[in-house]
């Protein structure tokens, strides 16, 4: 049955990640993969956050299915680690050294500061 949790919370992820990506692209444009960076950002916000309020500790307790069902299925699916090595690839065949090096720089700062804040949020809810 896990199996089956994983996989909807892929597809709903993966959903969010093509909603999000294009309207990325539509109100801030396509010339950097705003979208890309969009939802990493926003994914690993929200896997710090769940992370905190369903650790031992955390306010939430809920079954091992349902952490699976949001950390793996829905965040996994909705975050793009390929997504973003594609686009990161492309940019350094283009010889865009500048838009790589600033993607690169980018997704790993952004989505580490997310995370802190999603779980400094989550344990803040927890007190």
């Known amino acids: ?6 996989a ?6 993966g959903v969010g990640r093509y909603t999000v990506s294009a309207l990325a692209a ?16 926003l994914g690993s916000f ?6 905190a309020l369903v650790a031992p500790e955390g306010r939430l307790l809920v079954p091992t299915a349902a952490r699976q ?9 909705f975050t793009t680690f390929s ?3 594609l686009e990161t690839l492309r940019m350094l065949h283009d010889g865009e050294w500048w ?5 690169i720089s ?3 700062l952004m989505c580490l500061v997310a995370v802190w804040a999603g779980y400094g949020l989550g344990t803040h809810f927890n007190e």
């Open 1 to 6: 049955m896990v199996w089956l949790w994983v």
């Open 8 to 13: 909807l919370g892929s597809a709903l992820g």
């Open 26 to 41: 539509r109100w801030i444009g396509d010339t950097f993969p705003y979208g890309t960076l969009s939802v990493n950002v």
């Open 46 to 51: 929200a896997i710090g956050l769940f992370a």
């Open 69 to 77: 069902f949001v950390m793996i299925g829905l965040c996994g699916g």
């Open 83 to 85: 997504g973003f090595s």
């Open 99 to 103: 838009k790589a090096a600033s993607n």
């Open 106 to 108: 980018l997704m790993l």
